[in-house]
């Protein structure tokens, strides 16, 4: 048989003969096989680098807390941003490990990404103080100071895996499992910051440390493939040294950290015995060390009001407090109303402490605190045991939404007397839709609700800022309706037209922190 074309021994092609199919490979495609790393290297370091990658992330939300407020806002834009620089790391990192040496270049991603993260201390401490708050200055420090460590240590990934990728063959397997040590070295990070890191240690030292273990790191390897000299490490270690020290040296505005607040407290240079508490970025309570019957917010002189008109003057009051803060109204309501009984419901067991050492807290049988989420633990208050239900935990960026709710008012309205009175601050600088919806929920709760307010001063309806809502299953007396200078009280009526249109705010459907930005 004459061989055809189709059956000829040309490079590459099939040759048909005796009823075998042979394949000829005369070029090979794949190349040179690169020297992989050694056993154990690959999946440590992506495992590392990615979870560094998500300490840096929630750490730098706790960094950027005091200076542009803990929002929503300010969570979706860090979040975005380490994304954001997740995937250019992850695309320059490809690039780069084709034209590079990958042993080297990981030695010096390590080492950049640690003296990166160590450097987002003073760059937000420093950019804090200038741009200021909101949305847009958050995504300002965020873009300077997490992107870049976040996309040099998501390079580290994709170096790898060009370093392990020996047989085309098995790039599937390569890559999977990579990537799965990738996304464990993710969820590692995440839980190590949550259960350990922001615990146990204040932020400024979690990042630092975080920091310099990637130089360590880095170094380590540079040292295992000399991949640059010994004076270079030298130069690293002795950069994350002195990054270390700017970074202390920054200071912070935190009088102590607690899981949930950077937290500081003021002296008022007009009141000697004056002490501000600030949560974050915001002014929370004042206390007046010498005199707790002087209240210095207006929205706690119109509670103080309503308090002092719940009962005959100086009759004690079975009371519950849903947010604690500098704990201004118990000590009020003890100091105005001897034998009254008081449970403050706190989330934040250490802000408790802070308050005791810098504000002289002082609790016992009369003034009890209960830790935990107001969700939760209003549910241990017995039924029908409170006069009054004060809800304080509300702040003017976010609000715990799920105490704002149907459910939640359902519960309050369980603690409370028949005659029982609930008093809610909220902050609303805004168009007033969150005062809209949450007045909408505790109609349909209460045969009685009112709100005490400044008036707009364009307007004949309330202004913005503190709300003070009353709110009771009988009507509430004349002298429970505040009548503080400045303030003006919406009885039920104007309340319903203000809030007609808006719907009730329950668990389901709470966008809480959306009505609260400004219209």
């Known amino acids: 048989m004459t061989d055809s074309p189709i059956g000829g021994s040309y490079p590459g092609h099939a040759r048909l003969g005796s009823g075998v199919l042979d394949i000829i490979p005369m ?50 834009t860090t979040i975005g941003v380490v994304l954001a620089g997740i995937a250019a790391g992850s695309a320059l990192g490809g690039r780069a490990a084709d034209k590079l040496d990958g042993r080297r270049l990981l030695a010096v991603l390590l080492v950049a990404g640690g003296l990166l993260a160590i450097c987002t201390v003073p760059l937000v401490r420093v950019l804090g103080e200038v741009v200021g708050a909101g949305h847009a200055a958050a995504l300002a420090v965020a873009l ?16 790898v895996i060009k370093l392990e990728l020996g047989d085309l063959g098995a790039s599937g397997t390569v890559v999977g499992r990579l990537s799965a040590w990738a996304t464990a070295g993710a969820l590692a990070g995440t839980f190590l910051t949550g259960f350990v890191l922001v615990p146990l240690l204040p932020v400024r030292a979690s990042v630092i440390g975080v920091g310099g273990l990637l130089v360590v790191a880095g170094i380590a390897v540079a040292a295992r493939f000399r991949a640059f000299p010994v004076a270079a490490s030298a130069v690293a270690l002795g950069g994350a040294a002195l990054l270390a020290a700017t970074a202390v040296a920054a200071g912070t505005r935190c009088t ?12 008022d240079p007009q009141r000697a015995s ?68 008081s449970r403050v419901l706190e989330v934040d067991s250490e802000l408790v402490e802070l308050v005791r050492r810098e504000l002289g807290l002082r609790t016992g049988p009369e003034l009890r605190v209960h830790t935990g989420d107001a ?64 007045a909408a929920t505790l109609l349909d709760a209460f045969a009685d609700v009112a709100l005490v307010a400044e008036p707009d001063p364009e307007g004949g309806g309330p202004g913005r800022g503190n709300l003070v809502l009353l709110a009771s299953r009988r009507p509430l007396p004349d002298a429970v309706r505040s009548r503080s200078r400045g303030a003006r009280t919406y009885g039920r009526a104007e309340l319903a037209r203000l809030a007609a249109g808006a719907d009730p705010l329950t668990d389901d459907d709470a966008p809480a922190d959306q009505l609260l930005s400004p219209g």
Do not use: K
């Open 27 to 76: 070029v090979s495609i794949a190349a040179p096989a690169p020297a992989r790393l050694p056993r154990g290297f690959a999946p440590a370091l992506v495992f590392v680098a990615s979870g560094a990658v998500l300490v840096l992330e929630i750490l730098g939300i706790r960094l950027l807390a005091p200076y542009v407020g803990l929002t929503l806002e300010t969570y979706t």
């Open 256 to 267: 102590a950290e607690s899981v949930y607040y950077c937290a500081q407290v003021r002296a």
């Open 375 to 438: 969700r939760v633990t209003l549910r241990t208050e017995p039924a029908g045991s409170a006069d009054v239900v004060v809800g304080d935990a509300f702040g003017g960026r976010s609000i715990p939404w799920h105490l704002a709710t149907a459910e939640f008012v359902a519960d309050v309205r369980r603690v409370l007397r028949p005659g029982g009175v609930y008093l809610l601050n909220l902050i609303d600088g805004g168009g007033l839709a969150l005062l809209r919806a949450e």
């Open 274 to 341: 004056g002490r501000v508490l600030v949560l974050d970025d915001l002014r929370h309570s004042y206390v007046d060390l010498a005199d707790p019957r002087h209240l210095e917010f207006a929205y706690t002189r119109w509670i103080a009001d309503a308090l002092d008109g719940l009962a005959p003057a100086g009759a004690p009051l079975d009371a519950v407090f849903v947010g604690g803060g500098g704990f201004t109204l118990p000590r009020y309501l003890e100091a105005t109303r001897p034998g009254s009984r």
């Open 144 to 159: 300077f100071a997490l992107l870049p460590p976040a996309a040099v240590l998501s390079a580290v990934t994709p170096v």
